[in-house]
């Protein structure tokens, strides 16, 4: 009996989240009418993921009660009240999110959020956007709904039973439902892989409306609840017009460039190739162990091809560093925008930038893609095909974070060659994991399993550059190698200082005009403006990225942000200054110091205008 009202609780749950995927296609019938059957099927059974996470968080305290009840006896009818005022409060807030949402995405054109009390500050003003027919209707479904899921669950709680049980069936009875705790917080986790739940464990199109039906909007406002923040206010280091100013000076898009950039680039719309290489440090580039080197095959293919002598990271996280290079977007200090899909979602890209221009998009992982919410901003931003770990089948063992990069590296260039027949130019994107820890990879060369495991990945690369190379491919291919960040080493390094943050990137293929070594100073945000300026297509929406082979100005400079701090370096020298405290580099330029204060906080007014 006890079990069965467990059981129950969970599964009626997760019918009320499910059945509201149907009723918001039937709510938007216009925008499914062009989706197959099939399309429509995934949007609930994608939606399922979530949906069972929030019938865990739904759960989790009828266990505890049904755990406790095990043990003692409990007061039948006090215990029935506060389960019906539980299901009570549950099922009047499942109702009020779901009313609001359902008619708000029309206007909003994603899932509610906790943006949306930012407006409920002043009522008057929120209520005075809404006719009183919507008003009344969306009341009308709130009570409806709430009545529905609340008389559900009523019934259910006449299932519990408050007797408890005899002494020798308590222990063996007190591990079931332990058990069944840690099924429930599966559940609430999202699985048991490396990915937590998450928004962007339910996309699964390249249509975005699919993408938004799947998602559980009582989810999608309450994981937003305490993350967002009035990130206008924060670094505040100059007024408005000054920092306006300021920005003006430096900005990727403006002023108007002095002369014809270089041109480095020589077939008009080369297929663009894109590796992020994970923790790539140039540190690490330029380490050996006895005289061996740890990355011989970038070391080689530097000659080969443009080399940027001083480029730097952004930031030091992944989904930081992938913003950055993507979509010319400086990183933050203590957030990160791929985890809030509704400023991500309107970034410019590389991806749709060339999409726009005619090509195909797509973007390689050999891991999951749901984790730090990067399907999300993929989908979002123009990637049009995404593969990844739940796409591929190989005949071999995954790592700890998915397949590993000799598997993935071998398997991107067959795509890459199966992908230059078909005479449409592409861009093919490729993040590798092999580097990043626990550093699990079948390859014994170094000791040292972190050096071990990049001189791996190092080696994966060579190999592919290779093939491609031997292919006929190559002649039309301009392939950008870039870490995603740096790596603290040698272990005295420090995370903020600029060492930490220097990366290789490299350009390679046939599409080139010749070798050379590039000595600006520049960063990941600078990539868009630079690639795109040399295929000849507009970067006017790349406010932060910079043409590296632009004439000045603006002055080139590689800015990065680490926690509540920034560091700018250019040939005149570097600022690291920390923003708690207000310490700066000693014998710091002053001019570096009011450059990295005018990124820093235009980024974050920028954040606070992106919805």
């Known amino acids: 009996m006890k079990l069965r009202f467990l059981a129950v609780v969970f599964a009626i749950s997760v019918c009320w989240m499910a059945i509201q995927k149907p009723l918001f296609l039937l709510r938007y019938s216009d925008l499914a009418a062009g989706c197959s059957w099939g399309e429509l099927f995934g949007v609930v059974w994608h939606g399922l993921k979530l949906d069972l996470t929030v019938a865990g968080y739904i759960t989790a305290l009828p266990i505890l009660l049904t755990l406790a009840s095990v043990w003692m006896q409990l007061p039948e009818r006090a215990t029935r009240l506060f389960l019906n005022g539980y299901f009570g409060i549950v099922a009047v807030a499942t109702a009020v999110i779901f009313a609001v949402d359902l008619e708000l995405y029309e206007h909003w054109g994603f899932r509610i959020d906790s943006s949306l009390l930012i407006y409920l500050a002043d009522p008057s003003e929120a209520m005075a956007s809404v006719d009183w027919w919507t008003g009344i209707r969306q009341t009308l479904l709130c009570i409806a709904w709430a009545a529905s899921m609340y008389f559900s669950y009523s019934r259910i709680a006449r299932l519990f039973d408050s007797e408890p049980l005899v002494r020798r069936w308590a222990a063996p009875a007190s591990l079931l439902l332990l058990l069944c705790a840690g099924l429930d917080f599966l559940a609430i986790r999202g ?16 249509n975005p409306f699919l993408n938004h039906a799947a998602t559980n909007p009582v989810f999608s406002f309450l994981s937003s609840l305490g993350k967002r923040e009035d990130f206008a206010s924060e670094y505040l280091f100059f007024d408005e017009s ?26 008009p719309r080369p297929n663009v190739v894109v590796v992020i290489m994970e923790s790539f440090a140039r540190t690490l580039m330029e380490a050996d162990v006895a005289g061996e080197p740890v990355m011989p095959h970038l070391n080689r293919l530097k000659r080969e091809g443009v080399w940027f002598e001083n480029f730097f990271a952004n930031s030091f ?68 095909r995404l593969v990844w770990q739940k796409d591929l089948s190989f005949d071999r063992p995954t790592a700890k974070w998915g397949y590993d990069d000799e598997v993935m590296c071998r398997y991107f260039a067959d795509e890459v060659i199966a992908l230059s027949v078909t005479g449409k130019p592409f861009l093919a994107g490729l993040l590798t994991l092999s580097s990043h820890p626990p550093y699990d990879v079948p390859y014994r060369k170094f000791e040292h399993p972190m050096l071990n495991a990049t001189a791996f990945t190092d080696e994966q690369i060579g190999r592919m550059i290779d093939r491609l190379k031997a292919s ?54 600078d990539l868009a403006a630079t690639l795109l300026a040399q295929l000849g297509i507009a970067h006017d929406d790349f406010d932060y990225s910079k043409d590296i082979f632009a004439p000045a100005p603006p002055r080139k400079f590689a800015y990065y942000a680490f926690d509540d701090g920034f560091g700018v370096v250019d040939e005149s020298g ?33 954040l606070s205008r992106r919805f």
């Not at 699985?191 to 390249?206: C, I, L, P, R």
């Not at 920005?247 to 002369?259: C, H, L, S, Y």
């Not at 110091?593 to 974050?604: A, N, P």
Request: proline letters at 7%.
């Open 574 to 606: 570097a600022v690291v200054f920390d923003c708690v405290t207000g310490q700066e580099s000693p014998n710091a330029p002053s001019e570096l110091t009011d450059i990295g204060r005018t990124m820093l906080q235009t980024t974050y007014r920028d």
């Open 191 to 206: 699985g048991v892989g490396a990915s937590v739940a998450n928004v962007s464990k339910v996309y699964f199109s390249t």
């Open 317 to 384: 996280r992944t989904d930081r560093g992938e913003v950055a290079i993507l979509s010319g977007f400086p990183a933050q200090t203590k957030v990160s925008i791929m985890k809030m899909p509704g400023k991500s979602r309107n970034l410019p890209s590389i991806a749709r930038s060339l999409g726009q221009a005619g090509y195909e998009t797509c973007f390689y992982y050999g891991g999951d893609l749901n984790f730090t919410d990067q399907s999300s901003y993929m989908y979002a931003t123009g990637w049009q």
């Open 472 to 525: 006929p491919a190559w002649d039309n291919l301009v392939i950008v190698l870039v870490a995603d960040h740096g790596y603290p080493y040698p272990s005295t390094l420090l995370y903020n200082e600029p060492l930490r943050h220097r990366i290789p990137m490299l350009w390679l293929g046939g599409g080139l005009c010749g070798p050379r070594e590039v000595t600006a100073y520049a960063s990941q945000i």
């Open 242 to 267: 000054e920092r306006a100013e300021r920005f003006e000076a430096i900005r990727g898009n403006g002023p108007q460039q002095q002369g014809p950039a270089e041109q480095v680039v020589c077939k």
